[in-house]
């Protein structure tokens, strides 16, 4: 039987092979209130996060902290530090992605494609759009924001947890000039690209006269 389907009723009644390889017990942590609190995996930690997932003792010592919205009092959450630039504009090194676990057995109907997820592998910590492939080829295609790297497959055999990005906390306040230099360079960006597609236009234009002459 499917322990998620007999709690909540969601997903199949019957776990398959798979699917039961796939699940895992989550670690919580209780206040003294008895409410779930939010447990945060810090950069240092994401590297062994994976391979500690059977150890409660690690999520355990691992800092906690809770949020005034009730929408973080109902199920389990995580939050990840954000590493790298992979998911700039959007997400920066340094922020924080408050996430709600998903169960590996709604993995193939829950993931949305183009919406952010913590994708937690055998070997790493990641926070990517996914694009869902499971019905097709059980793989999930993990996209970046950052176009300077590219997407990649990962399949669900690698796959240990994955968390829905529903929140980000950052340190990160523009000040006004900040805001009017970026508008600049979008501006001056835009005047390039206009410019260069103008003078392409021309060349364009005086060629097909040559060759109707």
Known sequence: MNPVYIMTGDGPMFMTEETNQSFRVLTTIQSPNDEELIVHVPLPAQSVYSA?????SFVQDL???SLPDYKYKVGTHRSFDVPGDSMEPTL???DKVV????EPTLWASGIKDNYAYVIVTRSDVAVRRVKNLI?????????PDNKFYESYRVSMADLREIWYVRARITPFLPSPQNIQRYVHDEM???KETIDKQ???INRLSAAIDRLGN
Request: glycine share 14%; hydrophobic share 35%.
């Open 52 to 56: 500690e997932l059977g150890d409660p």
């Open 92 to 94: 920066f090194e340094g």
């Open 198 to 200: 103008g003078k392409m």
């Open 99 to 102: 996430c709600s676990f998903l």
């Open 63 to 65: 800092p906690t902290f």
């Open 188 to 190: 001056l960006g835009l």
């Open 135 to 143: 019905e097709e080829s059980k793989e999930l295609e993990l996209i």
